[in-house]
């Protein structure tokens, strides 16, 4: 079994940053393919950043990318998200997944067999 707790979500002005962080446990070995996720009220929850279990391949939805960035300490099992130039419409919750099976990227929840609680991100205008 595998717990993913989040932390780092919070309220922010537009044009901010925030830097979310998710550290895996339970385990002996670290999570493969890690992931973030959010979903606004209202909306279905969509795809925001994947990486592989090296961290040597990324990707980004377009309506974040040159703003955010995924990275991960597997020596911490932990995988963060930096959030630059944060906009009114990148608030949302946001949940960290994770996979013990796929080894490379993947932008499908279905994917991942682990989720963490999630985190409110409140970017005001």
């Known amino acids: 079994q595998v717990t993913l707790v989040e932390s780092g979500g919070g309220l922010v002005q537009a044009g901010g940053s925030l830097r979310l962080a998710c550290t895996a446990s339970?385990?002996?070995?670290?999570?493969?393919?890690m992931g973030w996720f959010r979903q606004a009220p209202g909306k279905e929850r969509e795809f925001v950043a994947a990486i592989n279990w090296s961290g040597t391949s990324t990707s980004h939805a377009d309506s974040v990318k040159g703003r955010f960035t995924i990275s991960r300490d597997n020596a911490k099992k932990t995988q963060y998200l930096q959030m630059n130039s944060l906009k009114p419409e990148d608030t949302a919750v946001y949940y960290c997944?994770?996979?013990?099976?796929?080894?490379?990227?993947?932008?499908?929840?279905?994917?991942?067999?682990?989720w963490g609680q999630g985190t409110q991100v409140t970017v005001s205008a």
């Open positions: 339970g385990r002996t070995f670290s999570p493969l393919a």
């Open positions: 997944a994770a996979s013990l099976t796929i080894h490379g990227l993947s932008m499908t929840p279905q994917s991942y067999g682990y």
